[in-house]
């Protein structure tokens, strides 16, 4: 009625005689794994910095002086996103008046401001150039400039296109192994 114990002797026996029924050296799969080791860090590696180049972002501190005009020049590519914001802080009135140049020569007046934040999409490529006038105040003013780039690739922005990029590739890859250890 009760299933038959086994003595330590059988059992040593019977794991013995699997272990050399069943062994396989895994002196290739350790090798293999070894061999991802540095494509997986060259990716790390390359997405890291792909990534570094996504966005671009300044704070800054100007200080404009009575009479004077500081003008700040920013490089933007056809179809970035660029988001300016900047407060002044000095006597009253604290105020300065700011306007931009775009690459065609165009100048758009903003007037005199405190704080102020503009963002608008590029249309052509080159340097845009902010202007801070401070001529018509006898006081020093000064100005927290903070400004925000982000680039988009085929309208879509470009954290996103690289993530949907990575997620395909990935996808590839996983496809690939899959079929390799299907056929292979």
């Not at 800054?60 to 056809?78: D, F, Q, Y």
């Not at 934040?117 to 249309?123: G, L, S």
């Not at 003013?141 to 879509?156: K, M």
Request: hydrophobic residues 40%; aromatic residues 10%; charged residues 15%.
């Amino acid at each position: 009625m009760f299933p038959r114990m086994q003595t330590p002797t059988t059992i040593g026996i019977c794991v013995q005689h699997l272990i050399r029924k069943n062994y396989q050296p895994k002196r290739k799969q350790k090798h293999m794994r070894h061999s991802r080791k540095p494509l997986c860090l060259l990716i790390i590696l390359s997405l890291t910095l792909i990534l570094t180049e996504v966005a671009q972002a300044k704070t800054e501190s100007i200080n404009v002086e009575p009479g004077k005009e500081v003008t700040r020049t920013i490089n933007l590519a056809s179809g970035d996103r660029i988001t300016i914001t900047f407060t002044v802080l000095g006597p009253d009135p604290s105020t300065i008046h700011f306007y931009m140049v775009l690459p065609n020569g165009t100048t758009s007046d903003h007037g005199e401001k405190s704080q102020y934040t503009i963002a608008f999409f590029t249309d052509v490529k080159g340097e845009y150039k902010l202007h801070f006038d401070n001529s018509n105040s006898s006081n020093a003013q000064l100005v927290t400039l903070n400004y925000e780039v982000e680039h988009y690739i085929f309208g879509v922005p470009q954290m996103f296109f690289l993530l949907i990029a990575i997620t395909l590739l990935l996808l590839s890859v996983a496809v690939g192994y899959m079929l390799m250890g299907k056929y292979g």
